[in-house]
């Protein structure tokens, strides 16, 4: 690895460790998988940077590659529950554990619930929103066009805004 | 970017950090040692093959049984090829982890489709001149004592399992191939 990449390694690093952690945890249910997988996106990034010349943001490199990363793993993975389009998808999916205390860790299993369950795309777009990265950042991410991402998010919204008290002004999308 | 809209969201991992560059190459040595591994373990099955091969026509030579010789040769030729087209596939697949999330989906699909789609010309095609040899040395053994007639009633059952079994393993492939192409169609339909 030249230096130059190693920096960039380590710049990512600083700015994205907790966002692929968080993508690691919401494609993969098993904590020790999902340790395993965010590794290996390290891994992918680190090889990948070699070949990063500025033909984009850094920070859509490192989600691409992320992402890419975590779809091949769902792709790999054991079968699990069908996956469900969004615009098929009424309401949040139960996370297994209706009667927990804690709030915020049913909401968070919630949403990750609802990610697993999603075809790639639609919980590419989703886990991305949920970052708070804008709708072109998310269109450059994905490659989708940002009508279809747009579509996404506002069917996400109207499952999110019945079950948890979030800001509507925040989140949009421009 | 946006305000996220779920903060819940992004206050989580937040003592998350990068993989060590020092223990990410121990991980990409270990990568390669695997895949050092699998190409051993496929050239000992190819090499094995061949040996099975000659040992099995080595003992229809030494029963005087040359038709059969001749089709255990001919099927072992078969397995070469279909592990070199194993090798070949597999070392020819592109991981540009890099492109757009669309890109790289359609990408995979296309070539698990391509791979699946054509297994009738790479991975069955070359078993089947074997599998025809060795069929008409079994007719022709059985021929030789008591004609053709007798040998395609005694022995046609084998042969008609054996290829509807290879017919049957085309279409399910096909058929996952379609499946694969349909999804290649939903994401272009996406945009």
Redesign the interface.
Known sequence: ?TQDA?TL??Q??ERF??A???LA?AVERDAEKARDL??EM???L???LA??EGQCALKT?VY??A???A??HV?NAVRGPKKVPLEEIDALPSAGNPETDAA?AL??AQ?AELIRRLP??DA?VIVL??????AA?IS??????SG?VATRVHRI?GL?AGH?Q??P?????? | MTTPPFPNWTESAQDAVFTEPTEVLLKADRFDQTVRRRNIREYAAGVSGVVLSLAIAGFFAWIGKFTHVAAVLILGVGFLVVMRNLHHRASRLERLIEEPCIDHLRRQYLHQAEALGSVGSWYIGPLVPGFLAMQLAIFWDVAQDRGWEEALADKGWAFAIGVAFLVGIIALNRWAARRLMRKVEELDALN
């Open positions: 690895m190693e390694y380590r990512a690093g460790a907790p692929l952690a968080r945890r965010e590794q390290h891994c992918a680190w090889t990948s070949r990063f490199w691409r590659v992402h890419n990363v779809a091949d792709t915020e909401a968070l949403v790639s795309l590419q929103w949920l970052e708070g990265e804008s950042e450059d991410v994905t490659g989708l066009s279809a919204k999110l948890f979030t800001d002004s925040k989140g949009e999308i421009a």
